[in-house]
């Protein structure tokens, strides 16, 4: 494995870090197939059971490397990096079962916000910023942010962010929705595994299909919504981790599921 992409496991929490500190994390060609490869491992890793990303140094994510002239050569290889470098991971990130948690510790950019936000949910350093970039350099979004940000802000804040490529600090973002916590930068890790870990304890094919169901039901009709409640209920309602949950509050005891 490429060491621009860190992994390491937690318990059952994988631990993914972008590791290009010195480009503030930007993504290059190798970054790229890394974070995809590494997305795919945990993927196919049944010992898993939540997931964290985040940058080493002071950056989350930068976006696209701009140095990468290859990436960059023509209209052509922009359509083409977005699409094998970015759309690809992007896909990969949000099928994955498991509860995916950013852990934003610096700067978020372009596509870096990108991964942020395809993430489930965001904890941000009080020092973090956001922007959506790309407008600066003459680009328009990609990397899920047109599809991402419009639902957490509305369409009209949404424009605004990409127009101006305004940065949001951490609070702005709290406020905006577009983070779910804000913590002191020298706890980031230690929180955000926290409550990964939380996640990571809590009834995971329950999890699985409560994602299924959100990310689906945002572009559905009411009838198909509560059908398709109705379907992942009778998926889960066979499971040992229903039947452990209903028993444990009977008994009177916490839970102890096993995601089966
Ligand atoms: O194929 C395609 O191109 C299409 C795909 C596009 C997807 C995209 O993501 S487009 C958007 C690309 N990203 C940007 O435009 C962001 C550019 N960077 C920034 O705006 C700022 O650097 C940050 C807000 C991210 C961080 O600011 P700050 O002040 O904390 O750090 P810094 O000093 O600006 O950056 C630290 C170093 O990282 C610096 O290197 P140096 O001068 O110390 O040698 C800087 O040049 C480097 N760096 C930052 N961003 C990038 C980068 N190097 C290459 N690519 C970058 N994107």
Not at 129 to 134: G, N, P
Not at 227 to 233: D, G, K, P, V, W
């Amino acid at each position: 494995m490429a060491t621009t992409v860190l992994f390491e496991k937690q318990g059952h929490v994988g631990v993914i870090r972008i590791n290009r500190p010195e480009v503030a994390n930007a993504i290059n060609a190798a970054t790229g197939r890394a974070l995809y490869e590494t997305f795919k491992q945990v993927e196919t890793d049944g010992d898993i059971r939540a997931v964290v990303l985040t940058g080493a140094g002071r950056a989350f994510c930068a976006g696209q490397d701009l140095r990468d002239e290859e990436a960059m050569a023509s209209a052509a290889h922009l359509g083409n990096t977005v699409r094998e470098r970015y759309n690809i991971l992007i896909a990969k990130m949000q099928a994955l079962p498991m509860p995916v948690i950013a852990a934003v510790n610096g700067a978020a950019a372009g596509a870096g916000f990108g991964l942020a936000l395809a993430c489930d949910l965001r904890i941000a350093s009080a020092d973090a910023k956001f922007t959506m970039a790309f407008s600066k350099i003459g680009l328009a979004p990609d990397s899920g942010t047109s599809y991402f940000l419009p639902r957490l802000v509305g369409v009209a804040k949404a424009l605004e962010l990409a127009w101006t490529a305004d940065v949001l600090t951490a609070q702005q973002a709290l406020e905006l929705g577009v983070v779910n916590q804000v913590v002191p930068g020298d706890q980031l890790l230690e929180q955000t595994l926290a409550f990964a870990e939380r996640l990571g304890s809590g009834p995971t094919l329950a999890y699985a299909l409560t994602k299924q169901a959100m990310y689906a039901n945002v572009t559905a009709n009411l009838a198909d919504a509560l059908e398709r409640e109705a379907q992942l209920q009778e998926t889960v309602g066979g499971s040992h981790d229903f039947i452990e949950g209903v028993q444990a509050f009977l008994e009177k005891r916490p839970p102890r599921y096993t995601g089966v």
